[in-house]
């Protein structure tokens, strides 16, 4: 449920405690433009946190306990800070923040809060990422200690990692906590430095929700990054960011043929990646689209991480009028597609997609979405 911005969740946290809240706090998902997989191999992504965001409106307690009720799915979870225990479920996030903040020695106080949000799970649009840091804001809320964007982004990339359990790589949490209105940015998953880069005037971003999920847990993507790590060991770099392509060219022979592949699109998307910026720096917004697509099917037939479903959405997209160019988007499997489209004809291909690729049993769900700011608070 979206509980329509602040005021909707001002009124759900009165309603559950009899009390208004004292802060409001939000945190975006994300669309990856372009630089996919790249992030744990310490190169370069360019993402944009999206109009679509996760909200916790709080009020800190006397003790050290934590109950917040998250709307959407009508549940409630108490935990205690002193005394953290793994579980399932949703609240795991939560508590994941509030280990690692506690392990970096910060001091905690508990809330009460009542959270919303409408980031589609499961999608590839980042719905944990915004939860993670969501969380941290929420903390940092009740706590008072400083809000250091890149720091916090780092701890809930620790959450995920050791208390989810999921191996994910940094740029979910950073663009959720760095985003910049109207911008994507362009990373550094070495450095973690970012650059805001603009939109191309007059296009517009599409996401393209195939209906299909696939979670990162347990999934193929640890074995993309040891196939990885395997191709950086053998050309003697601590990762594949360190190998350029005529490196690649000329040692690649002695390499296995999964891991060469591997490695060849995530050398390939890191140079895109960087020209992809440097269009988007002069506003080409043609050179971004063909950049897109080649990203696509270097993830499909390289990487291996698509689907029937992500391919046939992308190749719907890619065949409209006013579409630059279309790519799956995340971990992928299944989740969402991006598209760049001229902002005129964007209603006329929102329409053809969808008649494009629906069937009796795929259904899809298109539609633009606008840069956001990174997780912040809202009152
Ligand atoms: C998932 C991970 C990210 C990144 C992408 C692929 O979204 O959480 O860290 O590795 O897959 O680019």
Not at 78 to 84: I, K
Not at 204 to 231: K, M
């Amino acid at each position: 449920m979206n509980t329509g911005g602040p005021a909707g969740i001002e009124a759900a946290f009165e309603a559950r405690f009899s009390q208004a809240p004292t802060a409001v706090v939000r945190a975006p998902g994300r669309v990856n433009l372009i630089g996919e997989h790249t992030d744990y191999n310490a190169g370069f992504v360019l993402p944009m946190a999206i109009d679509r965001d996760i909200r916790i409106a709080l009020r800190p307690r006397a003790d050290d306990m934590v109950k917040v009720f998250a709307v959407d799915v009508a549940q409630e979870a108490t935990f205690s800070l002193a005394a953290l225990e793994r579980g399932e479920g949703w609240q795991e996030y939560v508590k994941g923040v509030a280990w690692a903040l506690q392990e970096q020695g910060l001091a905690l106080t508990g809330w009460d809060g009542v959270m919303a949000g409408d980031v589609p799970r499961g999608a590839g649009l980042s719905s944990s990422a915004a939860l993670e840091l969501a969380a941290a804001r929420a903390f940092q809320a009740t706590s008072g200690f400083a809000w250091e964007a890149t720091r916090m982004a780092t701890l809930c990339q620790l959450a995920e990692n050791r208390w989810v359990g999921v191996n994910s790589g940094i740029m979910d949490q950073l663009i959720s906590a760095l985003g910049r209105e109207g911008h994507a940015l362009l990373l550094d998953c070495r450095s973690l430095e970012g650059e805001p880069v603009p939109l191309p005037p007059g296009h517009v971003v599409v996401i393209l929700d195939t209906g299909t999920r696939r979670g990162l847990v347990g999934s193929a993507y640890n074995e993309r990054r040891r196939q990885c790590e395997e191709a950086a060991v053998h050309f003697g770099v601590p990762a594949l960011r360190d190998v350029a392509p005529e490196m690649f060219e000329a040692g690649a022979a002695g390499l296995a043929e999964l891991p060469r592949k591997r490695a060849r699109h995530v050398i390939g998307e890191n140079a895109r990646t960087l020209q992809a910026a440097d269009a988007m720096r002069r506003g080409d917004a043609t050179e971004l689209g063909r950049l897109m697509n080649a990203s696509h099917a270097s993830l499909k037939e390289d990487f291996e991480v698509s689907s029937g479903a992500l391919d046939a959405i992308v190749a719907c997209a890619q065949a409209q009028p006013g579409c630059r160019g279309a790519r799956m988007t995340g971990g992928g499997f299944g989740g969402c597609a991006v598209a760049l489209v001229e902002e005129g004809g964007v209603n006329a291909f929102l329409r053809a997609v969808t008649d494009c690729y629906d069937t009796p049993d795929r259904r899809s769900a298109v539609y633009v979405c606008r840069a956001a700011d990174g997780a912040s608070r809202v009152r």
